[in-house]
């Protein structure tokens, strides 16, 4: 990993259903990301919150399909942000928001790659596939569609910016996955996306899961994008989430997989998305998220002092 770290809020809420997520970015700061970053010998760059400028106007035939203009408008500008801090050498941290910023972030890693010639691996940790498109989505949340747009499923090209480079879905490992819609359930099965749901995890393990397909990305001399949701998450210990699904992963699994990750030296990007702070517990969930992302960039077990009692 990259020495050089920057920190690009993105306050965006336009792609869920609950408000909140928009202070998400400052919710992290809050709990110290910075700080904790650099403590671990990291050079950190703040580059702020982006700022988007909706599309007026656009309209879909999916009556369900909520603050498109807006999203877009985010796509588009996290996109710009995100390329030219990989272009300058940075290892780009995307604190959201919901995840729909992911329609910014991954496009952004991917033009990167593409253009260094490297293979684009994406690590989804989430409760959902996030499979849907502009059509088969029903909630019109656009926080379900980003590993859609990212691949290059149909449908999308008409409204959101054109990508540089797609993501080859046999390229997408989905982790801790537990609510799947039917439509989803069978276009993962078509593009060949790798699908780890919890039932897997609890029958296999996070090591031999999560090992087999790191030494894809390492085979390949792949860079590898993670975007974890909050919700990837059991919430009884991360209920700052508008979208809690029972079943998540534990404490030490979610650790677990942020220290292998440290470990393979290969992650390139990350997300941190859908912190909602109005529905935290005295910042109980960011603190925990930020805590995640130390070990991800090698905080250790001998490094966390033991709580009083």
């Given amino acids: 990993m990259t020495t050089h770290l920057s920190l690009i809020g993105a306050p965006v809420e336009t792609g869920a259903s609950q408000p909140g997520c928009l202070m998400g970015p400052d919710a992290l700061r809050t709990a110290g990301i910075s700080d904790v970053l650099t403590g671990l010998g990291y050079h950190v760059r703040d580059r702020g919150n982006a700022r988007a400028a909706p599309e007026n106007g656009v309209t879909h035939a999916n009556p369900a399909i909520r603050n498109l203009g807006e999203t877009i408008g985010w796509s588009r500008a996290l996109s710009e942000m995100g390329y030219r801090s990989a272009a300058e050498g940075e290892l780009p941290v995307f604190l959201g928001g919901d995840h729909s910023i992911s329609m910014g972030s991954v496009p952004a890693v991917t033009r990167h790659a593409a253009e260094q010639g490297r293979t684009q691996f994406v690590l989804w940790l989430d ?20 590993v859609a747009y990212v691949t290059g499923q149909p449908g999308f090209e008409a409204h959101f910016p054109p990508l540089h480079a797609t993501v080859d879905p046999r390229n997408v490992c989905l982790f801790g996955i537990r609510s799947v819609d039917e439509h989803e359930r069978e ?28 030494e894809r990305v390492r085979a390949a001399d792949g860079r590898l994008h993670v975007s974890l949701d909050v919700d990837f998450l059991d919430p009884t210990i991360a209920p700052a989430v508008g979208t809690t699904v029972p079943g998540g992963a534990t404490f030490r699994e979610a650790h677990l997989v942020m220290e292998m990750l440290h470990d393979s030296g290969l992650v ?42």
């Fill in 268 to 309: 390139t990007s990350l997300d941190v998305v859908e912190l909602n702070p109005f529905l935290d517990e005295r910042g109980r969930t960011a603190k925990l998220m930020v805590d995640l992302v130390a070990s991800l960039f090698g905080k250790r077990v001998m490094d966390r002092p033991t709580r009083s009692y």
């Fill in 127 to 146: 409760a959902h596939p996030d499979f849907h498109t502009l059509d088969s989505t029903k909630s019109g949340n656009l926080h379900g569609t980003p």
């Fill in 187 to 214: 276009d993962l099965t078509r593009n060949g996306v790798s699908v780890h749901d919890m039932r897997s995890i609890d029958e296999h393990g996070v090591p031999s899961l999560l090992n087999a397909f790191l």
